[in-house]
């Protein structure tokens, strides 16, 4: 049953199973409390770290033995709860908010998903040891920090045309795709010989030890792995291999699924790559509807009842014979299709809008629509026609815009937070030893 509740919160961004810090420090008990990490003005509680901490060990109740030790997870969940903090406080000052509407359709999106009425996802909720309002404080602050990272990005992250061109130039976009998962031992910038010479005795430890069968990739990256996916398994999902870094394709392309990779260097350090699995694009295909039309727009001084009267007396000429192209000229306030007679053009169902979407899909060619509303006025439409058609070259254009811009965003943002990483007066009062010293197994049998 935990196991299931966790699931619930695998849709959430940052954290995933984690809970916020506000939602944790909601949830302290302890009468005393001590302070582990001071971050900038504010102070992360004890009691939220081994709040955050028993939610990551209440999740691998089941397999305990894939956890680091607690010194050790310690350490992983508080670098991350201090991000979090980071990021939230950078939200609020630029006036980013999360609305309680927004809100509510956000739990109800999280039930859905999980099948469920948000009653029962309250029960569920309860009898996993979790307040409602708990979940809602961390889903708030998720939301939050999607959004500063949309805001982020938005303002910085361009793709044009000739960066599309030149991608596809040199890679196959629209090919096969892989699942991966990765270990990271990470390096600082300006790292010594002996920092390097130390990161490659681990990674190459840490394969050995996979390779040996004596742990699989998965509870080796939650117990080694530096990256923040560490918890997770180091699962980073499905990539096309556009989106992927140059220096690793080749090393992607010449692996079988459950193959892992020899180590390799990369900007933040060494990685060991998991294939999982893999799968092909097809050729894709889409339905496009060619219609015309005619709006009659709602306006203070053609409010509905005037506008649908109108959109009537339209339609009655059209019936009785009347030119749609003329009519659409002389009256039809579309002012993208009004010149063009009312001419939409070849357009996928949704294009127009999902009113017109709606209607299209219950006309046969050749059929004339009655008047219907949209939330901008009233329309009439005529379907001329249907065909399927190839977007397999649209999609690769759209699918290299996206693999462009997926990596500048995740370098732009992983750079963001470095930024203020560094910016931040960051004080960690926690005992015991430091992950890297605790995983770095020996390297031989």
């Known amino acids: 049953m935990k196991n299931a509740l966790h699931s619930l919160l695998a849709g959430l961004l940052v954290l ?12 302290a008990t302890t009468p005393i409390d ?3 990490a001071v971050v900038d003005e504010d102070v992360i ?4 770290l081994d709040r955050a901490v028993n939610n990551i060990m209440q999740q691998y109740a089941s397999q305990p033995g894939q956890l680091p ?8 969940v508080l670098d991350r709860l201090v991000i979090m903090r980071l990021q939230l406080v950078r939200a609020a000052d630029t006036g980013i908010r999360v609305a309680d509407g927004e809100l509510a359709q956000a739990v109800q999106s999280v039930a859905s998903r999980n099948r469920m009425t948000e009653d029962q996802l ?3 909720l309860a009898a996993d040891g979790l307040s409602y309002e708990e979940f809602r404080t961390s889903l708030r602050e998720e939301m939050l920090v999607e959004r500063l990272r949309q805001r982020y990005i938005q303002s910085r992250v361009q793709v044009s045309e000739t960066e599309i061109d030149q991608l596809l130039a040199v890679r196959a976009i629209g090919g096969p795709e892989v699942r991966l998962a990765n270990i990271v031992v990470a390096l600082p910038d300006g790292a010594t010989p002996d920092q390097v010479a130390t990161a490659q005795k681990k990674v190459q430890g840490v394969r050995d030890l996979i390779v040996r069968g004596e742990m699989d990739f998965r509870a080796a990256a939650i117990r080694y792995s530096d990256s923040q996916n560490a918890l997770e398994g180091g699962e980073i999902g499905w990539r096309a291999l556009d989106a992927i870094p140059p220096n690793f394709v080749g090393i992607i392309q010449a692996m079988k699924p459950g193959d892992i990779s020899e180590p390799v260097r990369g900007p933040s350090g060494y990685q060991i790559i998991q294939l999982i699995e893999t799968r092909e694009a097809g050729q894709q295909t889409v339905t496009e509807y060619q219609a015309q ?13 005037a506008a649908r009267q109108k959109a009537e007396d339209l339609h009655r000429r059209l019936v009785a014979g009347e030119d749609f192209g003329t009519i659409a000229r002389e009256n039809s306030d579309d002012t993208l299709t009004r010149a063009e007679g009312g001419d939409m053009g070849w357009f996928a169902i949704n294009a127009w809008g999902s009113a017109i979407g709606n209607q299209i899909q219950t006309l ?7 008047p219907f509303q949209s939330e901008v006025g009233f329309h009439i439409i005529q379907r001329l026609g249907t065909r399927e058609q190839d977007v397999t070259e649209q999609n690769r254009r759209n699918q290299a ?3 462009i811009a997926q990596r500048k965003s995740e370098e732009e943002f992983e750079r963001f937070l470095r930024q203020i990483r560094s910016e931040a007066y960051v004080e960690s009062r926690l005992d015991g030893p430091e992950a890297p010293a605790e995983a770095a197994p020996a390297t031989t049998p």
């Open 34 to 36: 001590t302070i582990v």
């Open 69 to 76: 030790p607690r010194a050790v997870l310690e350490k992983q």
């Open 293 to 305: 039309g005619i709006m009659v727009r709602v306006t203070p001084t053609l409010p509905v009842e």
């Open 122 to 124: 309250r029960q569920r």
């Open 401 to 403: 815009r996206e693999v």
């Open 16 to 27: 995933g199973t984690l809970l916020s810090p506000a939602a944790a420090r909601a949830q």
């Open 364 to 370: 046969s060619d050749g059929q004339l629509s009655a």
């Open 45 to 48: 509680l004890r009691s939220e």
